[in-house]
């Protein structure tokens, strides 16, 4: 089955890279755009079964995109694309209901298979960058298995792990499935019971002490 893409990404010379690396392979670039509104224009006009997204675009970057296209397309499969994996944009991917994540090194029968499974089963590839990312960050955490310096609950010690990948309240509010107001009421008694400063502060403390891989 050959899968109708929209490819996304702000260099032409990425664009044209991913249409000639997919050649033979059961993904079919069927459109390739070069920012998010043209983006949004041909998936409102047009039936994609898939789309594959840059990350870092300068006029709307990926994740701003992502967020657009779930409020139109709920369903879509969105495979983001991006030179790094950065946890930060991984769990962020997550919280905004992206399919999967891709790196640009990635071979066309990697890109093929996360595309491919993407459509057919509607989730990340199992043990996969995204996969792996989201478990973490749906895991419970057992408050008497936390290092001393993090005397919180096990309800607060998810929201810390997300506070440390950098997703914002709204984005932890849909990752655990929770209200923005809940979530700003745990942050403040994670500060409040750790002693810090800021969120910058708290990250760092549970990077260091092993609450985020």
Known sequence: ?????????????????????????????????PDGESALRHLDEDRFDAVLIDVQMKKMDGLTLLMSIRQSHPDLPV??????????????????????????SDSATKIEQTLSHACENGSAYPGGRLDNVRKKMSETIRSQQLPPELPVTSREAQVLRHIAFGLSNREIAKSLGISVETVKEHVQNILRKTGASDRTDVAVRAVRLGLVD
């Open 1 to 33: 089955m050959s899968l109708k893409t929209l490819v996304v990404d702000d260099h032409e010379a990425a664009r044209l890279g991913l249409m000639e690396l997919l050649v033979g392979t059961a993904v079919s670039v069927a459109q390739m755009v």
């Open 79 to 104: 495979v983001l694309i991006s030179a790094y994996d950065y946890p930060v944009y991984l769990a962020r991917a997550v919280a905004n209901g992206a399919h999967d994540y891709v790196l640009k």
